[in-house]
């Protein structure tokens, strides 16, 4: 089965700039998660959507993040406007069912963006 | 609270040796489930094994098995005769029944020497 699928790979832009990011998650799987990595640290959630209903952005800065996943299939991560801070590493997950005990997360390659 | 916890930063290891890494992890919750994941330099996360709270026997997927100490509240990952390609980071996870979330750990930087 095809995995995970992120673009873009890598993403260098200036700050005060917008940014977006877009993830197919595996076929059938229902829940879908954006994780932001910085270096040397492990991924940190952003949103999790079951189907297209976000139940889970306790963690995103509103204020300039947003995120869709209109057909409950694939979804985007925007930044508008990006801060130096933004910089990292930008996962996408998904699993069968809601992330648990035993349905492991596979993730995408990740989309490395570079802030200046 | 939940809590993962590495507590090695980093390890060298000689290629075919066997590698041990630590972690422990802290929960009420008496179902969860502990995983490990794999971070080569490219980037991407890639699921190991899996291990549940209530399973009678250590989970094994190929060389990677999982020495689960519940009482100790350890699920050290075991890599059998290691390669070069296993060079990565490892990063231990937890989720309990009460929390879906992933809670990770800080990863240890798996380095084999050939």
């Known amino acids: 089965e095809a995995g995970v699928v992120q673009s873009p790979r890598y993403k260098i832009i200036e700050k005060k700039q917008p940014v977006a990011f877009w993830c197919n998650p595996i076929?059938?799987?229902?829940?879908l998660y954006w994780y932001r990595q910085n270096l040397g640290q492990g991924p940190e959630l952003l949103i999790r959507?079951?189907?297209?209903?976000?139940?889970?952005d306790s963690q995103l800065p509103k204020d300039r993040f947003s995120a869709e996943r209109l057909k409950g299939v694939d979804s985007t991560l925007k930044i508008q406007p990006a801060e130096l801070g933004d910089s990292a590493v930008y996962l996408c997950?998904?699993?069968?069912?809601?992330?648990?005990?035993?349905?492991?997360?596979?993730f995408g390659n990740g989309t490395r963006l570079t802030v200046t | 609270a939940q809590k993962i916890t590495q507590t090695q930063p980093g390890m060298f290891v000689q290629e075919k040796e066997a590698v041990t890494l630590d972690c422990t992890y802290d929960?009420?919750?008496?179902?969860?489930?502990l995983f490990w994941y794999k971070q080569p330099s490219s980037g991407e996360m890639i699921f190991l094994i899996y291990q549940g709270s209530y399973d009678q026997q250590n989970a094994t997927e190929g060389r990677y098995s999982l020495n689960f100490q519940k009482a100790r509240k350890s699920a050290n990952l075991v890599i059998s005769a290691s390669q070069l390609g296993d060079s990565a980071m490892y990063f231990c996870?937890?989720?309990?029944?009460?929390?879906?979330?992933?809670?990770w750990g800080a990863g240890t930087k798996l380095i084999i020497k050939p």
């Open positions: 996870a937890m989720s309990a029944d009460s929390n879906y979330q992933l809670i």
């Open positions: 076929s059938g799987h229902n829940t």
């Open positions: 997950a998904s699993s069968l069912v809601r992330g648990g005990n035993n349905s492991p997360l596979h």
């Open positions: 959507y079951e189907n297209e209903e976000a139940v889970d």
């Open positions: 929960t009420s919750d008496p179902s969860y489930g």
